[in-house]
């Protein structure tokens, strides 16, 4: 399989003129070449996906000493949440509707203050901008939705002008720390995988490098 790959990836550098940088299984480096691309590494695993260079993988399984607590109320799962935190939220279509209510009532019942809010378009209400919510949220769009375009203007919410691809960017190398992920996901499988659909641009970067994760 992992040879296989390596044709292919070989043959796709070739049609590029150039020619493959590395190729890593499982964490071994089994082939490195010459390449007008240097940084260009292709990472075959079943355990982890993500950037070989600097070290950061995605968890495909268990984190050891972590499993899930299950909430049966949205509003209870941010009593801990600290003031001042940066908390990203799952946008467009994957907009975790029941969490974002929630959070702005759990910011009013725990007297939750100074969260900074970090997002594309959101789909629904947006609860943290209500009357009541204004003092204790700062919404920083990184694409303008409806529901935020008002405050937006109004100066009550902050928007970040950012190409879409390099959101994760901003994440990954700190330009906004992010302490919290508030994410949507499937009903996990027979095995315990859940996925994020279709709309996880971004999320799939944010999401593992937080302190904590929100999934509804």
Known sequence: EA?????????????ANTSAASVIVQGQLVKQTQS???RATLVLSRSFWGSARDGRHEPFT???HKSPVMMSKPVDCFEHLA???????????????????????????????????HHIHL??????????CRDRFRSNSLFIGGNCRTAVNAGEADATPVFLQEIAQLFRRKVIPIDVAIVHLSPPDKHGYCTMG???????ND???VHVIFAS
Not at 3 to 15: D, Q
Not at 198 to 204: A, E, L, P, R, V
């Open 123 to 132: 789909e629904g209400p947006a609860h943290f901008l209500n009357e009541e």
């Open 62 to 64: 268990p984190i050891p």
């Open 207 to 209: 999401g593992w490098f």
């Open 198 to 204: 279709k709309f996880c641009f971004s999320t799939h």
């Open 3 to 15: 040879r296989t790959i390596i044709m292919l990836w070989a043959r796709a550098a070739k049609a």
């Open 83 to 117: 003031s001042g935190s940066n908390v990203f939220i799952h946008g467009g279509g994957a907009t975790p509707a029941p969490l974002v209510e929630g959070l702005a009532k759990g910011a009013v019942k725990y007297n939750v203050t100074d969260i900074k809010l």
């Open 36 to 38: 007008a691309y240097p």
